[in-house]
């Protein structure tokens, strides 16, 4: 088991930013990425961007591209989700999940992560 959780949500303006924290623990080493999703009220869960563990390589969705920006710490076992500029439409719960599966093509699909966070809020005002 891996247990995930996340901080770092809150209210922000428009144009402001936010950094997400993701502590993870347990069974650590059999994760082989960590992703970021959000779920805004009515719809459905969507990937925001993920990170493979070893080598870091970073996945983003067209809509986060140059504003957000995922990264990891190893020692801490922590992923971080940077969020720049953010805009109205950013507002969601976002959690932060992990996956023990080693390809790419899983990465975006929420229903391929085998354990979530339990959310943090998100709030943009305009």
């Known amino acids: 088991q891996v247990q995930l959780v996340e901080s770092g949500g809150g209210l922000v303006q428009a144009g402001g930013s936010l950094r997400l924290s993701c502590a993870a623990s347990?069974?650590?080493?059999?994760?082989?990425?960590m992703g970021w999703f959000r779920q805004a009220p009515g719809k459905e869960r969507e990937f925001v961007a993920a990170?493979?563990?070893?080598?870091?390589?970073?996945y983003y969705a067209d809509s986060v591209k140059g504003r957000f920006t995922i990264s990891r710490d190893n020692a801490k076992n922590t992923v971080y989700l940077q969020m720049n500029s953010l805009k109205p439409e950013d507002t969601a719960v976002y959690y932060c999940?992990?996956?023990?599966?080693?390809?790419?093509?899983?990465?975006?699909?929420?229903?391929?992560?085998?354990?979530w966070g339990q959310g943090t809020q998100v709030t943009v005002s305009s």
């Open positions: 990170i493979t563990w070893s080598l870091g390589t970073t």
């Open positions: 347990g069974r650590t080493y059999s994760k082989h990425a």
């Open positions: 999940a992990a996956t023990t599966r080693s390809s790419p093509y899983y990465y975006t699909r929420p229903d391929t992560y085998d354990y």
